[in-house]
C-alpha cells in the first residue's frame, strides 16, 4: 500500500496508456489517493483485485450516493439515478428493459445499423475529406440506435446528447448548470411517454403498456419511467459513441489492423472484444462503497471508504492479458473488465458489441486508407468529464 505520489485522476490523453497504470499495477495495485472532491480513496488496479471488489456485493454502487459518504466527484444528478438497475428491479421493469437492450429482441435492428452506418458514411464520402467523424459518425450513430431503442424520433438525437455534455461532467462542487439540465431532459422524456398518441415502440412503449397493468402500475411513477429512459440513453450513447471514437484512432493509427478486418471479416468479433481491452474511454475509475470491512489483497478496506477500481489497470495487467500493450485479435481469452463485472455488468454488453461491430466493418470497408487528419498529440481531449472524450476527431481518407 502507498500514499499516491501522483496525480489522480490520470492523464485525460485516451490514445496513451497513462504510466502511473503500469506502475500502480505491477507494485502498488492498492493505493491510497485523494478525489478531486478532497475525499480519500482506495484505488485498485490490478485485474483479481479489482475484479474482487466488482463482484463483491460488500462494495456497494448505489451507496456512493449517500449523504456525507467520500466522493469520487460532486454529484450532478439525482441520487437515485445512481442505482438506476436497482429502481428498475424493484419497480418491476426488468423485463422491459432487458428485452429492449437485447439485439434479438429487434430482429431488423442489425440491417437497421448497418444502413444507418452506410447512411451516414454516405455524407462523409460525399462531403470529402476532411471530416470530423465524432459529429459525423459516432455520436449520430450511437444517439440514433439509442433513440430507436427508447421509440423516440431519431431526428431528437442532438437535442438530447447535448444534454450529456452536462449531465456527465465530472467536478470537485455542483455546478448550476446542472439541476436545470436534468430537468430538462426528464421533461422531455415525460412528454414522449405521455404524447398522444401514447408511444407504442421502443422502451417508451412498453412502459405505456405496463403504467395500464395492475401489477406494476402502483409501483411507477412518470418521474421514474421517465428517469430509467433518460438515464439509458444517456449511459448508452456516451458509451457506445466514446468506445467507437478510441476503437477508430487505433485502426487509423495501425492500418494493418484495419486491413486485417477488411480480410477476415469474422474476426471482427474478437476484434471488438480487444478494442474494448485496449481502450482508454472510461474517464476515472468505477466507484464502489465499502459496506462492511474487506480484505483486498494486503489493505483492509474499512467501512464506509471509498474505493476506485482502476479498469486500464486491470484490463492491460501483464498477468492475465500477456504484451496487453499490443492489440492482438487473436487472444484466445479476453476476460476484459471494459463492461464491469458482478452485479453491474453492463446489461447492453451484447447490444454494444453488436453496434461496435456494424460500424466498424462499415467503416474499414468504406473508408479503407482512413488516418487521422493531424498528429494524435494534438487531439484535444475533453477535461472533466466521466469518459476520456476527444472533442474532435478529423480525418482524411
Not at 50 to 79: C, H
Not at 135 to 149: I, V
Not at 302 to 329: S, T
Amino acid at each position: 500500500m502507498i500514499q499516491a505520489d501522483f496525480t489522480f485522476p490520470l492523464s485525460r490523453r485516451g490514445d496513451v496508456l497513462p504510466e502511473e497504470a503500469q506502475l500502480l499495477c505491477a507494485k502498488h495495485p492498492v493505493a491510497k489517493v485523494r478525489t478531486m472532491t478532497g475525499d480519500d480513496a482506495w484505488l485498485v488496479s490490478n485485474y483479481a483485485l479489482a475484479k474482487q471488489v466488482l463482484e463483491d456485493e460488500r462494495f456497494s454502487l448505489k451507496d456512493t450516493a449517500n449523504a456525507g459518504v467520500p466522493r469520487q466527484y460532486a454529484l450532478t444528478i439525482p441520487p437515485e439515478v445512481v442505482n438506476n438497475m436497482g429502481n428498475i428491479n424493484s419497480a418491476g421493469l426488468r423485463n422491459a428493459v432487458m428485452k429492449t437492450l437485447s439485439p434479438r429482441a429487434d430482429h431488423e435492428l442489425g440491417g437497421w445499423l448497418e444502413a444507418e452506418a452506410h447512411r451516414l458514411l454516405d455524407v462523409l464520402v460525399q462531403q470529402g475529406p476532411p471530416a470530423d467523424l465524432r459529429d459525423g459518425f459516432t455520436e449520430p450513430y450511437s444517439a440514433a440506435l439509442h433513440c430507436r431503442l427508447l421509440g423516440i424520433p431519431t431526428d431528437d438525437w442532438r437535442r438530447l446528447m447535448s444534454g450529456i455534455d452536462l449531465a456527465f461532467v465530472t467536478s470537485p462542487a455542483v455546478f448550476e448548470g446542472s439541476t436545470p439540465n436534468w430537468y430538462r431532459d426528464l421533461g422531455y422524456m415525460t412528454a414522449r411517454l405521455n404524447a398522444d398518441p401514447e408511444p407504442t415502440e421502443g422502451l417508451l412503449g412498453r412502459f405505456a403498456e405496463l403504467r395500464r397493468s395492475p401489477d406494476v402500475s402502483d409501483r411507477v411513477s412518470d418521474e421514474l419511467l421517465a428517469t430509467v429512459a433518460l438515464s439509458l440513453f444517456g449511459a448508452g450513447a456516451v458509451s457506445t459513441s466514446s468506445f467507437l471514437l478510441h476503437a477508430i484512432i487505433h485502426l487509423a493509427q495501425q492500418p494493418e489492423l484495419a486491413e486485417r478486418l477488411r480480410q477476415e471479416p469474422a474476426v471482427i468479433g474478437r476484434a471488438v472484444d480487444e478494442l474494448l481491452r485496449y481502450n482508454l474511454s472510461i474517464g476515472d475509475a468505477l466507484p464502489r462503497l465499502a459496506m462492511a470491512d474487506v480484505q483486498v489483497g494486503e489493505v483492509l478496506i474499512k467501512e464506509g471508504e471509498l474505493v476506485l477500481v482502476l479498469v486500464e489497470g486491470a484490463n492491460y495487467d501483464p498477468e492475465v492479458f500477456p504484451h496487453p500493450e499490443k492489440i492482438d485479435f487473436d487472444r484466445t481469452e479476453n476476460p476484459h473488465l471494459a463492461f464491469g463485472a458482478g452485479r453491474h455488468f453492463c446489461p447492453a454488453s451484447a447490444l454494444g458489441r453488436t453496434h461496435a461491430e456494424i460500424a466498424l466493418t462499415a467503416l474499414v470497408s468504406r473508408l479503407p486508407e482512413l488516418r487521422l487528419a493531424l498528429p494524435v498529440e494534438q487531439l484535444a481531449w475533453r477535461p472533466g468529464f466521466i469518459k476520456r472524450l476527444p472533442e474532435r476527431l478529423p480525418v482524411i481518407w
